[in-house]
């Protein structure tokens, strides 16, 4: 009896994961990295623990990549958003507004809708943000642009300096 409870359990498990390495499941797999769930996440939605995601990353090259490259997607868009803000940029802003009437009444279409027109189209320019800036180099350029800088100091001809205590 207890024999066939494991044979039953191992069939499950050996489902589970063959359903992750179809298509569509690979496809979900990296649908929910590209919308930013972490593993642990990810594991929830597959019905699995975050070790049995571990294993089958190590086992299954294919999940692996699905969630490389789900990642990967979102951290370019990421760090294309980071970039433009690094820069500045310029967007478009429109506003659209219901028609009225000379009484004040909503124009409305065949459908009972009010219809919406463009009444203002502006150009608008967002500065370089400095924050973003410094973020971008100290991770671009960590040696020359981290907090901390390691200095040396030598003494006379770049030999050891002697300090005196005095009263000591």
């Known amino acids: 009896m207890l024999l066939l409870f494991y044979r039953e359990v191992i069939r499950l498990a050996k489902s589970k994961y063959e359903e992750w390495l179809q298509p569509d ?17 990810i594991a929830h939605n597959m019905g699995v623990s975050l070790s049995t995601l571990s294993d089958w990353k190590n086992k299954y090259p294919v999940i692996m990549e699905s969630l490389k490259h789900g990642k990967q997607v979102v951290d370019i868009a990421v760090e294309n958003a980071l970039y433009k803000r690094t820069q500045g940029y310029e967007y478009t802003e429109t506003t659209s507004e219901p028609l009225y009437d000379s009484m004040g009444t909503a124009i ?13 189209i502006v150009k608008k320019q967002v500065a370089p943000d400095v924050t973003a800036q410094i973020f971008w180099l100290k991770n671009r350029k960590p040696k020359e642009w981290r907090d901390k800088q390691d200095v040396e100091v030598t003494g006379k001809d770049g030999k050891d300096f002697e300090i005196k205590l005095i009263g000591v």
């Open 25 to 41: 499941g690979l496809l979900r797999i990296t649908a929910w990295a590209r919308d930013g769930l972490i593993d642990r996440e």
């Open 108 to 120: 409305i279409d065949e459908n009972g809708k009010p219809i919406i027109a463009v009444t203002k």
